[in-house]
């Protein structure tokens, strides 16, 4: 079945940068849309990005754009999440996520960015 790990998050100072990795198995990966989200306390989860099955294309929500960089290895099947230039704002349960409409998810990483 599939399966998704996450891991990378932790505590990091504003300005900084932290690498979230995303583990798939179960499908043939190279063939799937790969996306994270997050969900802030008190907040419904947001699309971050989303990177096609080739990884030639990408797409971010605004306030992430020009910080953030998704990517992904199919040879590894792995997907990440580049985030540079950490805001508080950041602050959140980052989740991967097969597609934009599935309900198979990872169980999520803590990213939590504070002075």
């Known amino acids: 079945q599939v399966h998704l790990v996450e891991s990378g998050g932790g505590l990091v100072q504003p300005g900084g940068s932290l690498r979230l990795s995303c583990a798939a198995s179960g499908f043939t990966f190279s063939l799937y849309v790969m996306s994270w989200y997050r969900q802030a306390p008190g907040k419904e989860r947001e699309l971050v990005a989303g990177?096609?099955?080739?990884?030639?294309?990408?797409k971010y929500v605004d306030s992430v754009e020009g910080r953030f960089s998704i990517s992904r290895d199919n040879a590894k099947n792995m997907v990440y999440l580049q985030m540079n230039s950490l805001k508080p704002e950041d602050t959140a349960v980052y989740y991967c996520?097969?597609?934009?409409?599935?309900?198979?998810w990872g169980q999520g990483t803590q990213v939590t960015v504070s002075s």
């Open positions: 990177i096609s099955g080739a990884g030639s294309i990408t």
């Open positions: 996520r097969r597609g934009y409409n599935t309900n198979y």
